[in-house]
């Protein structure tokens, strides 16, 4: 497509098989005909947020962009991580939200807290899911992060998966940091909100399994905690 | 002071020795006397951006507010960091300093490349210097991260200190990436623009002796890369 670097993949929610011809989503037709200029008969990478990764050719870029599946492959899910997180300050996280998605992260759970509940929660989503879609789109990623509807911070704990790892960033945890995010299966860190987790909080969740990790010599900000968590995460298992 | 988590440092550019009385810089007198209603015979404590952790006594909280000095301690220098960065794309710069300035990076130095150079950095540094110095103050760190002018990477790569270890952040890198950042000096870090370095940029930094290092198995935007390698360099050192 003459980009010096790959295009985005294209996000297709639905993505049928091989040979099939499909009509591409308004979205997707202005990115391809206008931004990258494609013509008919060249190749495009898409996904369908899903693991699949697909090349499609285009057959119509005019009025509307259509094109043919040429392939499909369904990647093998890779190391999986949530991140619960409690609200950071002011508008901080639309970029967090962008940052975990680019970092591969599965799932985006905000966690309603003492010192801090997520309001207009239902407006942010709409913004979330479409910034967690750019992110996976532009770091060429085939998986789109989940964001959660926001929950009490006991009901987020309650509704994890048995066996999973668990993380507590705290700037007075003890565990050594290489081991943060080390996980096989699925990783789970807990951050507070900008006041902190209460102390009641804190016990909640080391009962259910939190070690706290600490991951800076400094006090870190609540969404910079989460992201500094979360780039060690992709850092160590890809 | 009442807070439930401890209140940011005090930037005291200026500080004087122990048993000196002092009159608090404008921001620093509002933020003592308004947002953590400081009250006199309360100790604060504050730095000057070059490793001092100071005490300080309120002596006066009216019309402006006097302090004593009483007592300094001089925080040894630890592990280096400098982020080397092309510009990324929008409004991104804003947090990225603010975020390095977080994980206590020394400087962060623009460079201006093929792809894509610094405009009206006049003016945006004067906003980057206030993000670190908040950003030193919240994170509760001693030492002002310096926001050079933006250079052309030729000469930013000719100004490096000798000795220094040299990280290019780089999709297709091969190096293990739990090196990335271990260094026991002073370590570098370049990450290209938004639209990449080019292949002759990509030769220079590496006869300057940088090793590319990936840091996700995805493609990371320009600020995302600086951040991941600045959020392990952090972790491994401290």
């Known amino acids: 497509m003459g980009a010096e670097a790959a295009p985005a993949l294209l996000y297709l929610p639905v993505l049928p ?10 979205d997707a037709a202005h ?3 206008r931004v990258c200029r494609g013509r008919v008969g060249e190749t495009v990478e898409a996904t369908d947020g899903q ?3 697909a090349v499609i050719r285009l057959t119509r870029v005019r009025e509307g962009v259509g094109a043919e599946v040429v392939s499909i492959v369904r990647e093998v899910p890779g190391p999986r991580a949530w991140v619960l997180c409690g609200p950071p300050e002011g508008e901080r996280a639309d970029w967090l939200v962008e940052k975990l998605a680019e970092f591969g992260v599965e799932r985006f759970q905000p966690v309603d807290c003492e010192r801090g509940s997520w309001n207009r929660a239902g407006v942010r989503r709409a913004r979330w899911a479409r910034l967690a879609e750019a992110a996976m789109r532009q770091s060429r990623r085939t998986r789109l992060m989940t964001v959660s509807v926001p929950l009490a911070i006991e009901q987020a704990l309650e509704s994890l998966p048995e066996g999973s790892d668990r993380w507590l960033t705290d700037e007075s945890g003890g565990a050594p940091i290489a081991e ?8 789970v860190v807990l951050v507070g909100p900008a006041g902190g987790l209460t102390e009641r909080e804190r016990n909640v969740a080391t009962q259910a399994g939190f070690t706290p990790v600490r991951l800076a010599r400094a006090r870190l900000r609540t969404e910079t905690a989460a992201l500094a968590w979360a780039a060690r995460w992709t850092g160590s298992t890809g």
């Open 31 to 33: 990115y391809v005909a």
């Open 51 to 53: 693991g699949a990764r």
């Open 17 to 26: 098989g091989p040979g099939s011809s499909i009509e591409l989503p308004s």
């Open 180 to 187: 943060a995010g080390r996980s096989s299966g699925l990783a």
